[in-house]
């Protein structure tokens, strides 16, 4: 904008601006001429513009409010679209300028320092430094501005110039004036109490800080470790309780004192508990043994006993097992459960060094699985013993039909076989066929079939409960008679032609043809 322009409203040369405030004056009088002034204005923007700048160079507030009003009226009459944003900005910084222009306050700014110090934020940090933060906080509502940075600074104030203050009294004062900004941080307050050395006020401070980590780090800073402790616990923070625990145990060196600290408080035991497990085997053991904890003591000898870098050794397995048990045994109801397991898996793995003593595991060594035992046992002939134990450790029926079919099939106990399927035919349930064995019989000829036994396998093929299975397994081991015999049976047209499919030879081909023909002239009776 030319500076003459401005100059020109009020010197009587004419100008766009002057023009414009001679309109204005003539409607403020309600003179009808007024509207002839507007038209003769050779610029309605470029007026409002000189009146708005000739406004913020102006310190006089009532000649201010007239040239404002003379822009707003140019601005209404202007034809073209007028920017509106430029009139209520002006407005606002006005009200800035003129606030702390006041005698009270004495910041006599022009605007074009106004401007250049960063506007209304350079007003606000100006009226900072000089301590004015009520003021301040005004301008930064007024104008749409964040809050906080001048609270913490009005916060580091009050701890520099309350030396004489009491440390419950100026902490509440700190807190009660700082409550409706929740989310502010105190550690620039906290850190200014400790520069000007007064701990127990920096401690009352972060009582009411919002942020745990901030919280909880000052309190340890300040060497209140205990206290940093209860707050992350109180929270329920592993991550800070872990690091407060971890820097009580660096800086205490009374083992003792520190075991009974942990006593009292459940939940950083158990994070220190799970930081040892990963990272310190031996501090974990020490931290149950001071504790008395013994459930934790039998699982810290059961992880140590399974550490891959160790050698498998049955005996000192055994041993391990043994010493959890006593442990469990101490920690009674609690451990029932693990106690019964410790026995069962004792009483496994003496019963396989047994067997790698007798040379039945073939170069496998102690520690192997439960079904692993069972199946040597069953190879070796020892049915009863692989029963009983599979009964002990509560082993699945039809998993243990499974493992003990293979492994009678594998070992060529064919006998055995029978007996075990011996009374577990098939029974009539809802017109169905239902077999009484857990696995079925399809299992019992497949395996049959796999060790190359089709005489085998035919014994179990009657016992199938589904007829058109029964008949595929005929044809699996190449009995087409009995198959037919089996589709006849049960009026299966369809069944017939499936075991047509499986095979090249004219014989069975015609008497699958005789069958059905003999099907269809026959009827069915249910």
């Given at each position: 904008?030319?500076?003459?322009?401005?100059?020109?409203?009020?010197?009587?040369?004419?100008?766009?601006?002057?023009?414009?405030?001679?309109?204005?004056?003539?409607?403020?009088?309600?003179?009808?001429?007024?509207?002839?002034?507007?038209?003769?204005?050779?610029?309605?923007?470029?007026?409002?513009?000189?009146?708005?700048?000739?406004?913020?160079?102006?310190?006089?507030?009532?000649?201010?409010?007239?040239?404002?009003?003379?822009?707003?009226?140019?601005?209404?009459?202007?034809?073209?679209?007028?920017?509106?944003?430029?009139?209520?900005?002006?407005?606002?910084?006005?009200?800035?300028?003129?606030?702390?222009?006041?005698?009270?306050?004495?910041?006599?700014?022009?605007?074009?320092?106004?401007?250049?110090?960063?506007?209304?934020?350079?007003?606000?940090?100006?009226?900072?430094?000089?301590?004015?933060?009520?003021?301040?906080?005004?301008?930064?509502?007024?104008?749409?501005?964040?809050?906080?940075?001048?609270?913490?600074?009005?916060?580091?104030?009050?701890?520099?110039?309350?030396?004489?203050?009491?440390?419950?009294?100026?902490?509440?004062?700190?807190?009660?004036?700082?409550?409706p900004y929740p989310g502010l941080s105190r550690a620039p307050i906290v850190a200014a109490a400790l520069s000007a050395n007064r701990h127990r006020l920096a401690s009352l401070i972060l009582d009411s800080e919002p942020n745990l980590i901030h919280r909880v780090e000052g309190l340890m800073k300040l060497g209140e470790t205990r206290k940093a402790l209860d707050v992350a616990i109180t929270h329920l923070d592993p991550d800070l309780t872990l690091s407060s625990t971890l820097n009580i145990i660096a800086a205490n060196t009374d083992k003792k004192a520190m075991y009974d600290m942990l006593k009292d408080r459940p939940f950083a035991q158990q994070q220190y508990a799970v930081y040892c497990e990963h990272r310190n085997t031996a501090a974990l053991s020490e931290l149950y043994q001071e504790l008395g904890n013994f459930r934790g003591q039998g699982m810290s000898i059961l992880k140590a006993s399974q550490d891959p870098r160790?050698?498998?050794?049955?005996?000192?397995?055994?041993?391990?097992?043994?010493?959890?048990?006593?442990?469990?045994?101490?920690?009674?109801?609690?451990?029932?459960?693990?106690?019964?397991?410790?026995?069962?898996?004792?009483?496994?793995?003496?019963?396989?060094?047994?067997?790698?003593?007798?040379?039945?595991?073939?170069?496998?060594?102690?520690?192997?699985?439960?079904?692993?035992?069972?199946?040597?046992?069953?190879?070796?002939?020892?049915?009863?013993?692989?029963?009983?134990?599979?009964?002990?450790?509560?082993?699945?029926?039809?998993?243990?039909?499974?493992?003990?079919?293979?492994?009678?099939?594998?070992?060529?106990?064919?006998?055995?076989?029978?007996?075990?399927?011996?009374?577990?035919?098939?029974?009539?349930?809802?017109?169905?066929?239902?077999?009484?064995?857990?696995?079925?019989?399809?299992?019992?000829?497949?395996?049959?079939?796999?060790?190359?036994?089709?005489?085998?396998?035919?014994?179990?093929?009657?016992?199938?409960?589904?007829?058109?299975?029964?008949?595929?397994?005929?044809?699996?081991?190449?009995?087409?008679?009995?198959?037919?015999?089996?589709?006849?049976?049960?009026?299966?047209?369809?069944?017939?032609?499936?075991?047509?499919?499986?095979?090249?030879?004219?014989?069975?081909?015609?008497?699958?043809?005789?069958?059905?023909?003999?099907?269809?002239?026959?009827?069915?009776?249910?």
């Open positions: 904008m030319d500076l003459s322009e401005i100059l020109n409203i009020f010197s009587g040369k004419p100008s766009n601006g002057r023009a414009l405030y001679l309109a204005w004056l003539a409607f403020k009088e309600k003179d009808p001429k007024y509207t002839k002034l507007l038209r003769v204005v050779p610029s309605l923007a470029k007026g409002a513009i000189a009146c708005i700048h000739a406004a913020m160079n102006e310190f006089n507030v009532e000649r201010q409010q007239k040239l404002l009003e003379a822009a707003s009226l140019g601005k209404a009459y202007y034809k073209n679209r007028f920017d509106g944003a430029i009139l209520g900005n002006a407005c606002a910084e006005l009200r800035v300028l003129n606030a702390v222009r006041e005698k009270e306050v004495g910041m006599f700014l022009m605007y074009q320092t106004f401007a250049r110090t960063g506007k209304i934020k350079g007003v606000v940090e100006r009226l900072m430094g000089r301590h004015m933060y009520a003021l301040a906080l005004s301008l930064a509502e007024y104008s749409g501005m964040k809050s906080n940075e001048i609270a913490t600074s009005w916060g580091v104030w009050q701890v520099k110039k309350g030396g004489d203050k009491p440390d419950q009294a100026l902490a509440a004062h700190i807190a009660a004036q700082l409550q160790l050698v498998p050794n049955t005996r000192n397995l055994i041993k391990s097992l043994k010493e959890a048990k006593e442990k469990f045994l101490k920690a009674g109801k609690y451990s029932e459960t693990e106690v019964k397991i410790m026995e069962s898996q004792v009483k496994l793995l003496e019963l396989q060094e047994d067997l790698l003593r007798q040379g039945k595991f073939k170069g496998e060594g102690g520690g192997v699985s439960l079904r692993d035992t069972l199946r040597v046992l069953i190879e070796c002939g020892d049915i009863k013993l692989a029963d009983t134990l599979r009964k002990e450790h509560g082993m699945g029926d039809r998993n243990y039909w499974t493992m003990k079919v293979t492994a009678l099939c594998e070992s060529n106990q064919y006998k055995a076989l029978e007996t075990l399927a011996a009374g577990k035919g098939v029974k009539k349930v809802a017109n169905k066929l239902v077999s009484l064995a857990p696995i079925g019989f399809e299992f019992f000829v497949s395996e049959c079939m796999r060790c190359r036994r089709p005489e085998e396998a035919k014994k179990y093929i009657p016992k199938i409960a589904d007829y058109a299975r029964r008949a595929e397994a005929y044809c699996d081991i190449e009995e087409y008679h009995l198959a037919i015999d089996c589709a006849k049976e049960y009026f299966d047209a369809d069944l017939l032609l499936a075991i047509r499919s499986r095979t090249s030879d004219p014989t069975i081909k015609k008497r699958v043809d005789d069958v059905r023909a003999y099907l269809v002239k026959t009827p069915q009776i249910d």
